[in-house]
């Protein structure tokens, strides 16, 4: 079923940050920043990047049912030549290499472009096929094939919400601007509703997760391991 898309923000109208879910922001909060000390103390941080993204990438995609194992994705990053010992683990690694490229990006300039979003759907597939241009697109239940959502089809369209989907990514702390924990919540299920490209959402979708962690603050470095829980591919 088709679901036309609002621009961010939501309406003053939606209560997002309810009594339940402000306690549990604050119990984020303090752990975010006992992760940022942390993680700030470890001198070499590219070697917590490369170890972390590649467990936040196994994890992240086994939910694309890209399944591999610790000892293949290290066996994978030490070696010099053929390094991987399967497709799922040249997958896992890419999910890696662009978690690691979108945070250097971000870095550098302190914002995202739609084009550095697009170089890490590019990474992540390798392969460079761009937002949707083509209609057609629906995601449907996996069991049963009863389509159960119809993402933006127009190019157009898609193109403006990603733009929108941007602004509201890089939103300061301002009067009556929700939490950045709430506004990544969000934006995430934006993102996956605008369904931009042809593959790779979810994954990608995650890493913008933890790029604006990073932009907003609460990390420093993109180490958050998220144990992403079993559940169908968005």
């Known amino acids: 079923m088709s679901h036309p898309l609002q621009p ?36 070499n941080e590219t070697i917590l990047i490369d170890t972390l993204a590649l467990q936040e990438a196994k994890d992240s995609s086994e939910i694309e049912n890209i399944v591999t194992t610790d000892d293949e994705l290290f066996q994978g990053e030490a070696a010099t030549t053929s390094p991987f010992l399967n497709m799922a683990t040249k997958e896992v690694h890419r999910y890696a290499n ?20 697009l170089a890490i759907q590019e990474t992540l597939l390798e392969s460079r096929i761009g937002l949707r241009t083509l209609p ?19 190019p157009e369209e898609i193109k403006r919400l990603m733009g929108n989907f941007l602004e509201y990514f890089h939103r ?19 993102f996956e509703s605008i369904h931009p490209f042809s593959d790779g959402n979810g994954r990608t979708g995650r890493i ?13 470095l993109p180490v958050l391991y998220l144990n992403w829980p079993r559940c169908s591919a968005s």
């Open 98 to 117: 662009a978690l690691k490229q979108g945070f250097e990006r971000l870095r550098a300039q302190r914002f995202l472009r739609l084009a550095d979003v």
């Open 136 to 154: 057609g697109t629906v995601l449907k239940n996996e069991d049963t094939g009863k389509i159960v959502y119809e993402p933006p089809q127009d």
């Open 208 to 220: 913008l997760n933890l790029l604006h962690l990073v932009l907003h603050g609460l990390l420093d």
């Open 172 to 190: 300061e702390d301002e009067p009556n601007c929700h939490d950045p924990l709430v506004r990544m919540a969000v934006l995430h299920h934006q």
């Open 8 to 43: 961010l923000p939501l309406p003053a109208s939606v209560n997002l940050e309810t009594p339940a879910v402000l306690r549990q922001l604050a119990r984020a909060h303090r752990q975010l920043a006992e992760l940022k000390g942390a993680a700030g103390t470890i001198p």
